[in-house]
Protein backbone atom coordinates (compact mmCIF):
# COMPACT_ATOMS: atom_id res chain seq x y z
CA UNK A 1 0.00 0.00 0.00
CA UNK A 2 1.29 3.43 -0.56
CA UNK A 3 0.57 6.47 1.22
CA UNK A 4 1.78 9.86 0.87
CA UNK A 5 2.51 10.51 4.77
CA UNK A 6 2.62 8.01 7.56
CA UNK A 7 2.30 9.81 10.94
CA UNK A 8 3.35 7.85 14.11
CA UNK A 9 0.97 8.59 17.24
CA UNK A 10 -2.36 9.60 17.44
CA UNK A 11 -2.06 12.14 20.50
CA UNK A 12 -3.40 15.68 19.54
CA UNK A 13 -0.22 15.81 18.03
CA UNK A 14 -0.63 13.52 15.02
CA UNK A 15 -4.59 14.42 15.23
CA UNK A 16 -4.14 17.27 13.74
CA UNK A 17 -1.12 16.76 12.17
CA UNK A 18 -2.63 14.24 9.59
CA UNK A 19 -6.20 16.17 9.44
CA UNK A 20 -4.34 18.85 7.83
CA UNK A 21 -2.32 16.86 5.48
CA UNK A 22 -5.54 15.15 4.58
CA UNK A 23 -6.78 18.89 4.05
CA UNK A 24 -4.45 19.23 1.89
CA UNK A 25 -5.74 16.12 -0.35
CA UNK A 26 -2.62 14.33 1.01
CA UNK A 27 -3.07 10.39 1.85
CA UNK A 28 -2.52 9.11 4.97
CA UNK A 29 -1.73 6.18 7.43
CA UNK A 30 -1.89 6.67 10.75
CA UNK A 31 -0.19 4.31 13.29
CA UNK A 32 -0.57 3.90 17.26
CA UNK A 33 -0.86 1.63 20.04
CA UNK A 34 -3.60 2.89 21.76
CA UNK A 35 -2.38 4.13 25.19
CA UNK A 36 -5.30 5.12 27.56
CA UNK A 37 -1.93 6.76 29.76
CA UNK A 38 -0.47 9.02 26.79
CA UNK A 39 -0.27 12.66 27.53
CA UNK A 40 -3.32 13.47 25.68
CA UNK A 41 -5.40 10.91 27.46
CA UNK A 42 -4.36 12.58 30.75
CA UNK A 43 -4.91 15.84 30.08
CA UNK A 44 -7.34 18.14 31.00
CA UNK A 45 -7.61 19.95 28.18
CA UNK A 46 -7.34 22.80 29.54
CA UNK A 47 -6.80 26.38 27.02
CA UNK A 48 -6.20 29.35 28.95
CA UNK A 49 -4.92 32.71 26.60
CA UNK A 50 -3.51 34.56 30.21
CA UNK A 51 -1.57 31.94 32.13
CA UNK A 52 1.03 31.79 35.09
CA UNK A 53 1.67 33.28 37.98
CA UNK A 54 2.38 36.64 36.80
CA UNK A 55 -0.88 36.05 34.17
CA UNK A 56 0.68 37.16 31.24
CA UNK A 57 -1.10 36.79 27.76
CA UNK A 58 0.13 32.99 26.54
CA UNK A 59 2.94 33.05 24.21
CA UNK A 60 1.06 33.95 20.29
CA UNK A 61 -2.39 33.64 22.08
CA UNK A 62 -3.80 36.66 19.34
CA UNK A 63 -2.74 34.23 16.54
CA UNK A 64 -3.65 30.63 18.13
CA UNK A 65 -6.63 31.16 20.19
CA UNK A 66 -9.11 31.94 17.22
CA UNK A 67 -7.56 29.44 14.59
CA UNK A 68 -7.59 26.71 17.39
CA UNK A 69 -11.43 27.23 17.96
CA UNK A 70 -12.11 27.58 14.00
CA UNK A 71 -10.15 24.12 14.27
CA UNK A 72 -11.94 22.42 16.59
CA UNK A 73 -15.51 23.19 15.31
CA UNK A 74 -13.96 21.98 11.97
CA UNK A 75 -13.27 18.52 13.10
CA UNK A 76 -16.65 18.41 15.09
CA UNK A 77 -18.03 18.44 12.45
CA UNK A 78 -16.24 15.50 10.27
CA UNK A 79 -15.93 13.57 12.67
CA UNK A 80 -20.46 14.22 14.40
CA UNK A 81 -19.13 14.48 17.53
CA UNK A 82 -18.75 17.60 20.18
CA UNK A 83 -15.58 17.72 22.67
CA UNK A 84 -14.82 21.72 22.23
CA UNK A 85 -16.03 23.38 25.16
CA UNK A 86 -15.72 27.12 25.44
CA UNK A 87 -15.85 27.61 29.14
CA UNK A 88 -14.96 30.78 31.33
CA UNK A 89 -12.10 30.62 33.25
CA UNK A 90 -12.06 32.57 36.73
CA UNK A 91 -9.24 33.62 38.67
CA UNK A 92 -9.59 35.29 42.00
CA UNK A 93 -7.77 38.36 43.09
CA UNK A 94 -4.86 37.87 46.08
CA UNK A 95 -5.82 41.13 46.95
CA UNK A 96 -6.79 44.71 46.25
CA UNK A 97 -3.91 45.68 44.34
CA UNK A 98 -4.49 43.16 41.98
CA UNK A 99 -8.07 43.79 41.43
CA UNK A 100 -6.61 47.06 40.36
CA UNK A 101 -4.27 46.23 38.30
CA UNK A 102 -6.77 43.64 36.12
CA UNK A 103 -8.92 47.18 36.01
CA UNK A 104 -6.64 49.30 34.95
CA UNK A 105 -5.09 46.22 32.09
CA UNK A 106 -9.03 45.90 31.35
CA UNK A 107 -9.19 48.61 28.83
CA UNK A 108 -5.96 47.73 27.55
CA UNK A 109 -6.53 46.91 23.59
CA UNK A 110 -4.11 44.32 23.49
CA UNK A 111 -5.64 42.12 26.50
CA UNK A 112 -9.78 43.05 25.97
CA UNK A 113 -10.35 40.04 23.40
CA UNK A 114 -9.39 37.67 26.26
CA UNK A 115 -11.20 39.48 29.43
CA UNK A 116 -15.10 39.21 29.77
CA UNK A 117 -15.04 40.86 33.15
CA UNK A 118 -12.65 41.81 36.00
CA UNK A 119 -14.97 41.38 39.34
CA UNK A 120 -14.54 44.05 42.13
CA UNK A 121 -16.05 41.66 44.51
CA UNK A 122 -16.89 38.20 45.25
CA UNK A 123 -18.86 35.82 42.94
CA UNK A 124 -20.81 34.91 46.08
CA UNK A 125 -22.19 31.79 44.77
CA UNK A 126 -20.34 29.92 47.85
CA UNK A 127 -18.26 27.78 45.78
CA UNK A 128 -14.67 29.70 45.70
CA UNK A 129 -12.86 31.71 48.07
CA UNK A 130 -12.50 34.95 46.04
CA UNK A 131 -12.62 38.49 48.62
CA UNK A 132 -11.30 40.94 45.96
CA UNK A 133 -13.31 39.79 43.32
CA UNK A 134 -11.55 38.21 40.14
CA UNK A 135 -10.87 37.90 36.38
CA UNK A 136 -13.14 36.08 34.14
CA UNK A 137 -11.73 35.36 30.98
CA UNK A 138 -13.02 34.33 27.59
CA UNK A 139 -11.85 32.42 24.25
CA UNK A 140 -11.12 29.55 27.42
CA UNK A 141 -12.71 26.89 27.96
CA UNK A 142 -11.43 22.97 27.87
CA UNK A 143 -11.00 20.46 24.79
CA UNK A 144 -12.43 16.70 25.70
CA UNK A 145 -9.51 15.03 24.20
CA UNK A 146 -10.23 11.28 24.49
CA UNK A 147 -13.78 12.10 22.98
CA UNK A 148 -11.70 13.31 20.35
CA UNK A 149 -8.92 11.23 19.62
CA UNK A 150 -11.52 8.18 19.72
CA UNK A 151 -14.00 9.85 17.21
CA UNK A 152 -10.82 10.62 15.01
CA UNK A 153 -9.45 7.48 15.13
CA UNK A 154 -13.08 6.06 14.19
CA UNK A 155 -13.17 8.59 11.23
CA UNK A 156 -9.92 7.52 10.04
CA UNK A 157 -10.30 3.68 10.40
CA UNK A 158 -13.66 4.39 8.10
CA UNK A 159 -11.03 5.86 5.30
CA UNK A 160 -8.73 2.40 5.96
CA UNK A 161 -5.39 5.23 7.34
CA UNK A 162 -5.25 3.87 10.87
CA UNK A 163 -3.57 0.98 12.35
CA UNK A 164 -3.61 0.20 15.63
CA UNK A 165 -0.16 -1.11 16.16
CA UNK A 166 3.24 -0.34 18.04
CA UNK A 167 5.60 1.00 15.76
CA UNK A 168 8.45 -0.56 15.30
CA UNK A 169 11.47 1.81 14.40
CA UNK A 170 14.39 -0.13 13.06
CA UNK A 171 11.60 -2.09 10.36
CA UNK A 172 11.94 1.36 8.83
CA UNK A 173 13.87 1.58 5.44
CA UNK A 174 14.41 4.14 3.59
CA UNK A 175 15.42 3.85 -0.18
CA UNK A 176 15.85 5.93 -2.88
CA UNK A 177 14.00 8.89 -1.01
CA UNK A 178 10.77 6.95 -0.23
CA UNK A 179 10.38 4.78 2.83
CA UNK A 180 9.03 1.53 3.57
CA UNK A 181 7.51 0.19 6.71
CA UNK A 182 6.72 -3.30 6.26
CA UNK A 183 4.04 -3.37 3.33
CA UNK A 184 3.39 0.44 3.64
CA UNK A 185 5.76 2.70 1.33
CA UNK A 186 5.00 6.66 1.83
CA UNK A 187 7.38 9.50 0.69
CA UNK A 188 7.27 10.91 4.32
CA UNK A 189 6.92 9.89 7.71
CA UNK A 190 6.17 12.43 10.86
CA UNK A 191 7.08 11.72 14.25
CA UNK A 192 3.98 12.34 16.28
CA UNK A 193 4.94 9.85 19.03
CA UNK A 194 5.18 12.32 22.12
CA UNK A 195 7.53 11.86 24.54
CA UNK A 196 8.59 8.24 23.38
CA UNK A 197 10.74 10.31 20.57
CA UNK A 198 13.59 11.10 22.99
CA UNK A 199 14.25 7.45 22.41
CA UNK A 200 14.31 7.50 18.53
CA UNK A 201 17.57 6.88 16.46
CA UNK A 202 16.83 10.08 14.66
CA UNK A 203 15.40 12.37 16.96
CA UNK A 204 16.77 11.67 20.33
CA UNK A 205 19.60 14.10 19.52
CA UNK A 206 16.52 17.29 19.95
CA UNK A 207 17.22 18.63 23.65
CA UNK A 208 13.37 17.03 25.40
CA UNK A 209 12.26 18.34 28.83
CA UNK A 210 10.07 16.04 29.54
CA UNK A 211 7.77 16.29 32.98
CA UNK A 212 5.30 14.10 34.65
CA UNK A 213 2.03 15.91 35.54
CA UNK A 214 -0.28 13.98 37.98
CA UNK A 215 -4.46 15.25 38.25
CA UNK A 216 -7.35 14.19 39.90
CA UNK A 217 -10.48 13.25 38.94
CA UNK A 218 -13.50 14.57 41.98
CA UNK A 219 -16.98 14.35 42.33
CA UNK A 220 -19.11 16.90 43.83
CA UNK A 221 -22.95 17.85 44.19
CA UNK A 222 -21.81 21.68 43.28
CA UNK A 223 -22.92 22.98 39.83
CA UNK A 224 -19.95 24.77 38.43
CA UNK A 225 -20.62 27.15 35.39
CA UNK A 226 -16.66 28.02 35.09
CA UNK A 227 -13.56 26.58 35.42
CA UNK A 228 -11.92 27.43 38.35
CA UNK A 229 -8.22 29.04 38.28
CA UNK A 230 -5.54 29.32 41.00
CA UNK A 231 -2.44 27.59 41.98
CA UNK A 232 -4.96 24.07 40.44
CA UNK A 233 -7.11 24.07 37.95
CA UNK A 234 -10.66 22.49 38.13
CA UNK A 235 -12.34 21.96 34.78
CA UNK A 236 -16.43 20.71 35.29
CA UNK A 237 -16.76 18.39 32.26
CA UNK A 238 -19.82 17.35 30.85
CA UNK A 239 -19.83 13.89 32.82
CA UNK A 240 -19.92 15.35 35.88
CA UNK A 241 -16.30 14.87 36.84
CA UNK A 242 -14.29 17.71 37.55
CA UNK A 243 -10.66 17.16 36.75
CA UNK A 244 -8.00 19.17 39.03
CA UNK A 245 -4.16 19.68 38.44
CA UNK A 246 -2.14 19.39 37.61
CA UNK A 247 1.54 18.68 38.91
CA UNK A 248 4.87 19.44 37.22
CA UNK A 249 8.19 16.55 38.13
CA UNK A 250 11.37 16.56 35.93
CA UNK A 251 12.69 13.92 37.98
CA UNK A 252 10.34 10.91 38.12
CA UNK A 253 9.71 10.19 34.64
CA UNK A 254 7.15 7.52 35.39
CA UNK A 255 3.21 6.47 35.19
CA UNK A 256 2.87 5.97 39.19
CA UNK A 257 0.20 7.41 40.85
CA UNK A 258 1.83 9.25 43.86
CA UNK A 259 0.31 10.88 47.40
CA UNK A 260 3.09 13.58 47.16
CA UNK A 261 0.93 15.33 44.31
CA UNK A 262 -2.45 14.23 45.74
CA UNK A 263 -1.44 15.71 49.10
CA UNK A 264 -0.33 19.12 46.57
CA UNK A 265 -3.05 19.42 44.90
CA UNK A 266 -6.33 18.57 47.66
CA UNK A 267 -3.99 21.27 49.37
CA UNK A 268 -4.23 23.87 46.76
CA UNK A 269 -7.85 22.65 46.32
CA UNK A 270 -8.85 23.01 49.88
CA UNK A 271 -7.22 26.75 49.13
CA UNK A 272 -9.41 27.41 46.32
CA UNK A 273 -12.42 26.32 46.46
CA UNK A 274 -15.33 25.93 49.56
CA UNK A 275 -17.56 23.02 47.61
CA UNK A 276 -17.25 19.69 49.37
CA UNK A 277 -16.05 16.56 46.98
CA UNK A 278 -14.91 13.51 46.72
CA UNK A 279 -11.46 12.17 45.35
CA UNK A 280 -12.48 9.34 42.70
CA UNK A 281 -9.32 9.12 40.37
CA UNK A 282 -5.75 9.92 40.31
CA UNK A 283 -4.13 10.37 36.49
CA UNK A 284 -0.51 10.48 35.23
CA UNK A 285 1.34 11.56 32.14
CA UNK A 286 4.34 12.18 30.72
CA UNK A 287 4.37 15.71 28.88
CA UNK A 288 6.62 15.91 25.78
CA UNK A 289 8.23 19.33 26.89
CA UNK A 290 11.35 20.68 25.37
CA UNK A 291 14.27 22.67 27.17
CA UNK A 292 13.47 26.18 25.51
CA UNK A 293 9.59 25.61 25.81
CA UNK A 294 9.18 25.57 21.95
CA UNK A 295 7.50 22.95 19.51
CA UNK A 296 9.76 20.87 17.62
CA UNK A 297 9.16 21.02 13.49
CA UNK A 298 10.61 20.39 10.99
CA UNK A 299 12.78 17.53 8.37
CA UNK A 300 15.15 15.22 9.67
CA UNK A 301 19.04 17.15 9.07
CA UNK A 302 19.95 14.17 7.03
CA UNK A 303 16.90 12.15 5.68
CA UNK A 304 14.06 14.52 4.49
CA UNK A 305 12.07 11.51 4.19
CA UNK A 306 11.67 11.88 8.08
CA UNK A 307 10.16 14.65 10.11
CA UNK A 308 8.96 15.52 13.40
CA UNK A 309 6.23 17.16 15.41
CA UNK A 310 6.50 17.27 18.97
CA UNK A 311 7.49 19.30 21.85
CA UNK A 312 3.92 20.37 22.85
CA UNK A 313 4.79 20.53 26.64
CA UNK A 314 2.04 21.57 28.38
CA UNK A 315 -0.21 23.62 25.65
CA UNK A 316 -0.88 20.91 23.49
CA UNK A 317 -4.13 21.72 22.58
CA UNK A 318 -3.64 25.62 21.45
CA UNK A 319 -0.35 24.77 19.91
CA UNK A 320 -1.55 22.14 17.61
CA UNK A 321 -3.64 23.67 15.42
CA UNK A 322 -1.60 26.27 14.10
CA UNK A 323 1.53 24.61 14.21
CA UNK A 324 0.37 21.34 12.56
CA UNK A 325 -0.91 23.83 9.87
CA UNK A 326 2.47 25.36 9.54
CA UNK A 327 4.15 22.50 9.38
CA UNK A 328 1.74 20.64 6.41
CA UNK A 329 2.77 24.09 4.50
CA UNK A 330 5.87 23.55 5.01
CA UNK A 331 5.46 19.79 3.27
CA UNK A 332 2.92 20.75 0.70
CA UNK A 333 3.95 24.32 -0.68
CA UNK A 334 7.56 24.44 0.88
CA UNK A 335 6.87 27.64 3.40
CA UNK A 336 9.04 28.50 5.57
CA UNK A 337 8.85 27.31 9.39
CA UNK A 338 9.46 29.50 12.04
CA UNK A 339 12.78 29.56 12.87
CA UNK A 340 11.81 29.65 16.87
CA UNK A 341 10.21 26.30 16.39
CA UNK A 342 12.06 24.82 13.38
CA UNK A 343 14.50 21.95 14.76
CA UNK A 344 17.24 23.61 12.57
CA UNK A 345 17.36 26.10 15.64
CA UNK A 346 19.24 23.10 16.96
CA UNK A 347 21.75 21.75 13.87
CA UNK A 348 24.51 22.25 16.27
CA UNK A 349 23.45 19.78 18.21
CA UNK A 350 23.23 17.01 15.54
CA UNK A 351 26.16 14.77 14.88
CA UNK A 352 25.21 12.17 12.00
C1 LIG B 1 -1.45 15.74 33.85
C2 LIG B 1 -1.42 16.47 32.56
C3 LIG B 1 -2.30 17.54 32.35
C4 LIG B 1 -2.26 18.25 31.15
N1 LIG B 1 -3.16 19.25 30.97
C5 LIG B 1 -3.17 19.93 29.80
C6 LIG B 1 -4.13 20.93 29.56
O1 LIG B 1 -5.00 21.20 30.41
N2 LIG B 1 -4.08 21.62 28.39
C7 LIG B 1 -3.14 21.32 27.42
O2 LIG B 1 -3.15 21.97 26.36
N3 LIG B 1 -2.22 20.35 27.62
C8 LIG B 1 -2.21 19.66 28.78
N4 LIG B 1 -1.28 18.68 28.98
C9 LIG B 1 -0.25 18.49 27.95
C10 LIG B 1 -0.79 17.69 26.76
O3 LIG B 1 -1.22 16.47 27.23
C11 LIG B 1 0.33 17.52 25.71
O4 LIG B 1 0.79 18.77 25.26
C12 LIG B 1 -0.17 16.76 24.48
O5 LIG B 1 -1.10 15.79 24.81
C13 LIG B 1 0.98 16.11 23.73
O6 LIG B 1 0.44 15.42 22.65
P1 LIG B 1 1.31 14.51 21.68
O7 LIG B 1 0.37 13.99 20.67
O8 LIG B 1 2.51 15.26 21.24
O9 LIG B 1 1.88 13.33 22.60
P2 LIG B 1 1.12 12.07 23.26
O10 LIG B 1 -0.17 12.46 23.83
O11 LIG B 1 2.12 11.42 24.15
O12 LIG B 1 0.81 11.13 22.03
C14 LIG B 1 1.78 10.32 21.42
C15 LIG B 1 1.08 9.12 20.82
O13 LIG B 1 2.06 8.34 20.15
C16 LIG B 1 1.82 6.97 20.43
N5 LIG B 1 3.06 6.23 20.29
C17 LIG B 1 4.28 6.52 20.82
N6 LIG B 1 5.18 5.60 20.46
C18 LIG B 1 4.52 4.70 19.67
C19 LIG B 1 4.91 3.50 18.99
N7 LIG B 1 6.16 3.02 19.01
N8 LIG B 1 3.97 2.82 18.28
C20 LIG B 1 2.68 3.27 18.23
N9 LIG B 1 2.27 4.39 18.85
C21 LIG B 1 3.17 5.10 19.57
C22 LIG B 1 1.28 6.96 21.86
O14 LIG B 1 0.53 5.80 22.13
C23 LIG B 1 0.41 8.23 21.86
O15 LIG B 1 -0.91 7.93 21.47
C24 LIG B 1 -1.32 17.92 30.15
C25 LIG B 1 -0.46 16.83 30.34
C26 LIG B 1 -0.53 16.11 31.53
C27 LIG B 1 0.40 14.94 31.71
Known amino acids: MEVD ?8 AGTCMSYQLMRRGKKVMVIDQIEQKSSSEVAAGLFNPITGRKMKKSWKADTLFPNMISFYRELEEVTKSSFL ?45 DPFGG ?15 EAYREYLRALGAFRDEQFMENELKLENGKVKYKNLEAHKVVFCNGPSARFSKYFSWLPFRPVKGELLHIETDALLD ?39 LEEKLNNLVIFSYEVI ?61 NINRYISLYSP
Open 5 to 12: YLIIGQGI
Open 85 to 129: HEVPIYRPFFSIEEQNEWMAKSADLDYQQFIHKVWNKSLGNGLVK
Open 135 to 149: LELKMSGYLDIPSLL
Open 226 to 264: KIYNRGVFVVPTKTGICKVGATYNWKELNHVATSNARTE
Open 281 to 341: DQKVGVRPATKDRKPFLGSHPNFSELAVFNGLGTKGVSLSPYFSEQLADFFVMNKELDMEV
